[in-house]
């Protein structure tokens, strides 16, 4: 057997005010990557500017990173930090600023360097001239304590999730408020997300006794409170819970990986920008049916939770979040018919070809992908 490592940021900082951790920072200069307008507009952007600056930094803010972020804006925010020479990176927001962060990262500290090399997951040293703080405004990603990034070329339509022990944040701060803004759409996306990691990695082929308590807790918090931080947004005991869910089912995937879920999340997402929470949303419970054939973790899962199938209770809580059990349903993303079988092909191809189809524990063909594509679309049983 093949040795397994465990990687987590050095420190994780939890809780409310979270955020005061920063005033304890050393350094000259600090740049603060966000996304829209959530940030500025709930006072979360100015918060950390100021503990930053109470620090005794100077502060440059790079916002305005879009959904899906692209090539593009993370070698135009590279070469802004290249400028400004900062020795502290702060990811503030969703996933998206996060996983830009990362790579912008990257291209401060290595101008030039190809991005295919990054697909290729040859990434070089990083940390010659900064470190990373990952603070998350949605419960979802876990990007602010693993080792992923996802970018999107968005000339080819292609989401390609990158992977390096590097990327994973110095710390990750959680600061309960801040998910506590989160409209319930963005609740129910993002918690689907987190539940996504955790049945992947749980039943993932690299799962081993490290990462399979966290995936499982994990699980259990959101089935607990996912509903009540959906229905209650200023319940912070809720948040606080889906909060933590996120960050243990991080822990567990950035260390044992995930599977074809997010591999064809990952492509449907590239393609038509359904939103990657909600694409897991859909496709998880179709998935489990065809990867129940190769392993006995669900059935295990099940024993734990006390429910008698696993896929139907994700369908059930699905449909009191407001998702979609179905793509064709488009309950929040439409995605025609004509349009959607124009890309079949392409998009379950370059599913098998994403990094997460390794540790799947079902060994799929690009056509079954294709079939399982076609099942979650038109709400067909996967009995194959």
């Known amino acids: 057997m093949a040795y397994a490592t465990f990687r987590i940021p050095n420190t994780i900082i939890h809780g409310d005010d979270a955020l005061t951790h920063l005033s304890k920072l050393e350094g000259k200069r600090a740049t603060i990557v966000t996304g829209g307008n959530s940030m500025r507009k709930f006072g979360f952007l100015d918060e950390t500017k100021a503990q930053l600056e109470k620090a005794g930094m100077e502060v440059q803010i790079i916002d305005g990173v879009e959904p899906d972020p692209s090539i593009k804006t993370c070698k135009e925010g590279g070469a802004k930090m290249a400028e400004f020479q900062p020795d502290w990176i702060i990811a503030l927001g969703g996933g998206s600023p996060m996983d830009a962060a990362k790579i912008m990262w990257v291209y ?6 190809d991005f295919m090399e990054l697909v290729k ?54 600061d309960s408020r801040i998910p506590s803004k989160m409209p319930p759409l963005i609740t129910a996306q993002t918690g689907m997300d987190v539940i996504t990691h955790a049945v992947e990695a749980y039943v993932s082929t690299a799962a ?19 509903e009540t931080a959906y229905h209650e947004p200023d319940n912070i005991q809720a948040r606080d819970k889906v909060h933590n869910a996120s960050t243990m089912a991080g822990m567990s995937f950035t260390n044992c990986s995930l599977g074809i879920v997010h591999s064809m999340a990952h492509k449907i997402g590239g393609e038509f920008h359904l939103t990657h929470g909600e694409a897991n949303a859909i496709l998880l419970p179709y998935i489990i049916q065809y990867n129940k054939k190769a392993t006995q973790k669900y059935a295990q899962l099940e024993g734990i939770l006390g429910i008698e199938n696993l896929e139907r209770a994700i369908w059930n809580l699905n449909k009191r979040l407001g998702l979609s059990k179905t793509i064709k349903d488009g309950l929040n993303t439409v995605i025609p018919e004509d349009k959607f ?8 191809q370059r599913a098998l070809d994403d990094a997460c189809t390794l540790t799947n524990p079902r060994k799929p063909t690009v056509e079954e992908i294709k079939k399982i594509y076609e099942a979650a679309y038109y709400g067909k049983d996967v009995n194959f």
Do not use: C
Not at 142 to 149: D, H, P, Q, V
Not at 213 to 221: D, G
């Open 108 to 113: 401060y500290e290595y101008p030039g360097y």
């Open 208 to 226: 081993d006794d490290f990462t399979d308590p966290l995936a499982l807790h994990a699980i259990q918090l959101i089935f607990e409170y996912l």
């Open 121 to 174: 997951f040859n990434f070089p040293k990083l940390r010659t001239k900064a470190r990373l703080i990952g603070i998350p405004s949605t419960s979802g990603t876990a990007s602010e304590i693993t080792a992923f990034s996802v970018i999107t070329d968005t000339d080819n339509n292609i989401k390609y999730p990158l992977v390096s022990p590097d990327l994973v944040p110095d710390i990750a701060l959680l």
């Open 341 to 348: 079988l124009a890309v079949l092909d392409r998009m379950s």
